[in-house]
């Protein structure tokens, strides 16, 4: 009987694993290797140039022309070589002066009213006769850097002091640059010989000279400007400073940085730079003060410092590939009718193709196994 019990009586249900399930979590990254990240950027900007090169080949350009066009015939031909360094000169500078701001937390928004500015003062020392014709370049020059730099000044206080947002106060300072530009070029300042609305064409020795072989001097006067930017971020002690402010501004002033002197010194040094940049526009390649010779730089200066990641050596870099777009794009327009606009559309996808890199770059996709009962 008792062995019948134990045979009809039921048995325990055995018991059920548990399955696994898999889960994903979006986190950040503490740090990636630079050379992942140099991976990650490069294969971005591949993706980008990709997706242009489909447009410009459905426009209307040959696919097998585009190689030529936009490296062989511009960067392995001297006049267009030329055209590309004459170019990227002042780029470089807007980018590097948009770089040091950003680095300082400041956001510049303001580099054409202090390219404006620059250009102005450097014309009213070719049009009010300031000093003898041996020095006339050199005084062009520091008034173009004092502009620029006082320009910059009341945005950096207004931010320190009363709070102001700089992304405002830069822009609203930019609109007011331009329209008092307008106002002298269309009337004190007007070219009496045929009217139109730009300066008196200024006399060769207020122009930035040619080196050799239709170089301007405006190239090594941007490589100077690179290594002085370099020198300052990575070699002086107020780029050290600089460097606090950037990773934490409280912490920085809580350690005994000098962050007030170090954000007002920095932000000025950008505006200088800008105004640098006017001063070569309109002594190196307009030779006179025109209504539109600042127009597009601020967008390329923001643009650079934001591709090179604050990195004057880098935005060096990129600006002379920004030239390069400039320069195939202008004979894309000459050869086979391309609009403008389409190079600035190609610009636009570059840039964000690369600023998605930058999710990827800061954040990763991890795996989480749980467990379900």
Not at 138 to 148: E, I, Q
Not at 174 to 187: C, K, Q, R, S
Not at 264 to 274: E, F, H, I, P, Q
């Amino acid at each position: 009987m008792s062995e019948l019990s134990n045979a009809t009586r039921p048995t325990s249900a055995p018991k059920r694993q548990p399955l696994t399930s898999r889960r994903y979590a979006l986190e950040i990254r503490q740090q990636m290797a630079w050379h992942w990240q140099a991976l990650i950027l490069a294969v971005s900007l591949i993706f980008g140039l990709g997706i242009s090169a489909a447009i410009l080949i459905a426009a209307g350009v040959p696919g097998g022309e585009l190689l030529d066009e936009f490296v062989i015939l511009t960067l392995f031909d001297a006049q267009s070589l030329r055209a590309v360094l004459f170019q990227a000169a002042p780029i470089v500078m807007v980018g590097i002066a948009g770089c040091l701001a950003f680095r300082a937390r400041f956001w510049n928004l303001g580099l054409e009213g202090q390219m404006i500015w620059g250009g102005i003062a450097a014309t009213a020392i070719s049009l009010f006769e300031v000093g003898p014709e041996s020095t006339r370049l050199a005084l062009m020059f520091v008034a173009a850097t004092l502009a620029g730099l006082a320009w910059a000044l009341a945005p950096v206080l207004l931010k320190l002091n009363l709070k102001v947002n700089e992304i405002i106060s830069t822009l609203m300072l930019n609109y007011i640059a331009a329209n008092f530009l307008l106002h002298l070029v269309y009337g004190a300042w007007k070219d009496p010989k045929d009217s139109f609305p730009y300066s008196p064409q200024y006399r060769a020795f207020e122009r930035l000279p040619e080196m050799f072989d239709g170089y301007s001097m405006a190239i090594p006067l941007a490589v100077l400007v690179a290594l002085f930017a370099w020198w300052f971020v990575g070699v002086c002690r107020a780029g050290l400073y600089l460097r606090f402010v950037d990773a934490n501004p409280r912490v920085a002033d809580a350690v005994g940085v000098p962050v007030r002197k170090v954000i007002v010194g920095t932000v000025l040094l950008s505006g200088g730079l800008a105004g640098i940049a006017g001063f070569v526009v309109a002594a190196g390649q307009e030779g006179r003060l025109t209504q539109a010779f600042y127009q597009g730089y601020g967008f390329s200066g923001i643009l650079i410092a934001f591709l090179a990641r604050n990195n004057p050596l880098a935005a060096t870099i990129v600006a002379l590939l920004v030239a390069t777009l400039f320069v195939a794009g202008r004979n894309l327009q000459v050869f086979y009718q391309i609009p403008f606009s389409m190079v600035q559309l190609i610009q636009a996808l570059i840039v964000i193709c690369v600023a998605s890199s930058d999710f990827f770059i800061r954040h990763r996709i991890r795996r989480i196994a749980g467990r379900e009962s």
